[in-house]
């Protein structure tokens, strides 16, 4: 369908005889907010490989605003990876690099542009991720985690994605710092009409932020629907993120 821009079709994916995804299917549609939630080792970071196409599927299809990735040569990979940024698990930074070469990387290493464009292009995105432009200079170890992974978040800006994938962006933070981080994942939807995929086991962060929760355990999808169907379920394991959060809001 035209308006899902990220399709999941009957995705498998077996390691060393280890099946580690079986028969994922789900669609993300153009502007939503897409949890996914599951125990540790239950798939969720494996599914964010296959979708930015580091991982090949065992089986199934991924195809992003319905052209499939699975099968293409690295020049066209490479051009749809670019309408997608990935802030990592940990937020990581390249310690060695200070936050301007950080959030200027790719233009640094696969372009001409000069310093100075380069440098136009960052202090845009630090705004964009509510960060002064004072820490420019700043090396990752001199950030605070809220700091990190805001700028970790402005580097996925700054190819101007259309998709950016989280991978737990709230985990190790303060409740205020993770609300500050849930409000710019909101705030990039809204402004910039960024579609997000946002991998958490913060509830409060989840029920605040998504369109639309997908339940992983396992390797296999246990539920998929609104906050709203999610508070509903009366599946044992859908209940057991709910009853394992305090709701603060
Ligand atoms: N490179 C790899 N080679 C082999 N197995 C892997 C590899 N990466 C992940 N796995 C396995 O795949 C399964 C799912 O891992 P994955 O990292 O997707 O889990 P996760 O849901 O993101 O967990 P966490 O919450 O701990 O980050 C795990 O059993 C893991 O051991
Ligand atoms: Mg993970």
């Not at 899902?4 to 153009?30: A, E, M, P």
């Not at 950080?102 to 380069?118: A, L, M, P, Q």
Request: charged share 25%.
């Amino acid at each position: 369908m035209m308006d899902n821009i990220i399709t999941v079709k009957n995705l498998t994916k077996v390691i060393d005889n280890r099946v580690i995804l079986k028969d994922i299917n789900f669609d993300i549609k153009k502007n939503e907010v897409f949890v996914i939630v599951g125990g540790s080792g239950s798939g969720k970071t494996s599914i964010t490989k296959h979708i930015i196409g580091l991982w090949k599927p065992t089986e199934g299809d991924i195809m992003i605003n319905g052209e499939s990735i699975v099968n293409l040569d690295k020049d066209k990979l490479n051009k749809i990876r670019m309408k997608m940024g990935y802030v990592f698990q940990e937020g990581a930074l390249f310690d060695s690099l200070n936050v301007w070469e950080n959030v200027g990387f790719y233009y640094i290493e696969h372009t001409n542009k000069s310093k100075d464009e380069i440098l136009n292009i960052v202090r845009q995105k630090l705004k964009e991720v509510n960060l002064d432009e004072s820490i420019l200079g700043f090396m990752p170890s001199e950030l605070s985690g809220g700091m990190r992974k805001r700028v970790g978040v402005a580097r996925a800006l700054a190819i101007d994605p259309e998709i950016i994938i989280y991978d737990e962006p709230t985990s190790g933070l303060d409740p205020i710092t993770s609300r500050i981080i849930d409000n710019l994942i909101l705030d990039l939807k809204n402004r910039l009409s960024i579609t997000s995929i946002v991998v958490t086991h913060d509830m409060v962060s989840a029920f605040k932020i998504a369109d639309r929760i997908m339940v992983l355990d396992k390797g296999h999808i246990e539920f998929i629907g609104t906050k709203e169907e999610f508070k509903s379920s009366k599946n044992p394991i859908v209940r057991s993120f709910i009853e394992n959060t305090h709701i603060e809001y």
